[in-house]
């Protein structure tokens, strides 16, 4: 019995160490044009880093696309919701909704007025009128002489039948004459007790302010030019109409270079 790999019978000696080495040297010409064809193939450097990198920046679009179309979509359906909802607000601000109470709720507290002639700092709670020109009596409180001048204490007393208040200083001017002509300045604005304060007056509650007066003798006669007052004009603070106060004994200088009148805001009554 003969083998597949014999030689045919009547081949010469030999014969069979040729063909191994032909198909041996076949076998390494195949392999040697593989490995080529697998060199040439081979991706070059850095070939998979720069894919990742596409990869990742699609993956990072994509988020993006979705999370844009998602805000969108949020943000229509609360535009929906505040169309659609009743008693929506666009600004989210309450509606108002009456309360008719029930017998568990607390009573109220009953609503306080100050007490007259009120100071307040800080304006006050409440919103309450001005006082009125025509609601107010004005009189000279108190008289103190001193060195050169005279400190008349004037008031002005709510005469209404409802609350006011003033904030401030009052215009003060002496004046002359049956038409009630004006001498000189009218007084300058001094104040050394902190500043306007709002004071509320309750019928019959009175604020208090002061004018000094320097005596018109301090001044030579041709610099003041002297003139004897009948009274006070008094315009109440935040008031256009002005009240007229006779008083004796007042003179006041003409001249526009001196000034002899001085005020300060007002103040509760009580507070002097």
Known sequence: MTSPHDPPPGSPPGSSHGSEQRETADLGQAFAALAARERRLAPPAGHFQAVRRRAAARRRRRALVLGTVTVACLAGAGI?????????????????????????????????????????PDGGRETLPVCPSDRLDAAVAATEGAAGSVTLTLSLTNVGDSLCAMTGFPGVSLVAGDEGEQIGNPAERED???????????????????????????????????????GLRIYPPDQRAALFLPHDGLTGCAAED?????????????AD
């Open 80 to 120: 929906a919701a505040a169309t659609l909802l009743p008693g929506t607000a666009p600004d989210d601000r309450p509606l108002a909704v009456e309360d008719r109470g029930s017998p568990a709720d607390p009573a109220e507290p009953t609503p306080t007025h100050p007490a007259p002639g009120t100071a307040h």
């Open 192 to 230: 050394d007790a902190g500043g306007p304060v709002r004071v509320e007056l309750a019928p019959g509650a009175a604020a208090v302010t002061e004018v000094r007066v320097t005596r018109a003798e301090n001044y030579p006669a041709d610099a003041c030019e002297p003139v004897a007052a009948r």
């Open 258 to 270: 001196v000034t002899v009148l001085a005020v300060t805001p007002v103040r509760p009554a009580e």
